[in-house]
């Protein structure tokens, strides 16, 4: 299982990134995904979650309505669309895997992790 995130950079405020997580040594398809995030000296939070292909999705209030989940099965990666960012989106953002229909609590303390990307939000 390895999980592989890119996709971050430097954006100005109000900007927009998206990231990648792409998967190998598995089908995606089958299992839940989640993105997290961590900013200097604070605990790793959830960001977005897809429990699987059903569509069921989950976001923190922080982000609903400026980030969107997505899958593409067919490159077996799972994207994270950030608009409307805020500096306080900076941070070092994480994709995790779990089994399909594991919660964003479920995939925090046991997920199998990649490395993170960094994104800085700043004028």
């Known amino acids: 299982v390895q999980l592989q995130a890119s996709g971050g950079g430097l954006v100005q405020p109000g900007g927009s990134l998206r990231l990648s997580c792409a998967a190998s040594?598995?089908?995606?398809?089958?299992?839940?995904i989640g993105w997290f995030r961590q900013a200097p000296g604070k605990e790793r939070e959830g960001v977005s979650c897809?429990?699987?292909?059903?569509?069921?999705?989950y976001y923190a209030d922080s982000v609903k309505g400026r980030f969107t989940i997505s899958r593409d099965n067919a490159k077996n990666t799972v994207y994270l669309q950030m608009n409307s960012l805020k500096p306080e989106d900076t941070a070092v953002y994480y994709c995790?895997?779990?089994?399909?229909?594991?919660?964003?609590?479920?995939?925090?303390?046991?997920?199998?992790w990649g490395q993170g990307t960094l994104v800085t939000v700043s004028s």
């Open positions: 995790a895997t779990g089994p399909r229909g594991a919660t964003m609590r479920w995939l925090l303390d046991f997920g199998s």
């Open positions: 040594g598995f089908t995606l398809d089958y299992y839940a």
């Open positions: 897809s429990s699987s292909s059903d569509g069921s999705t």
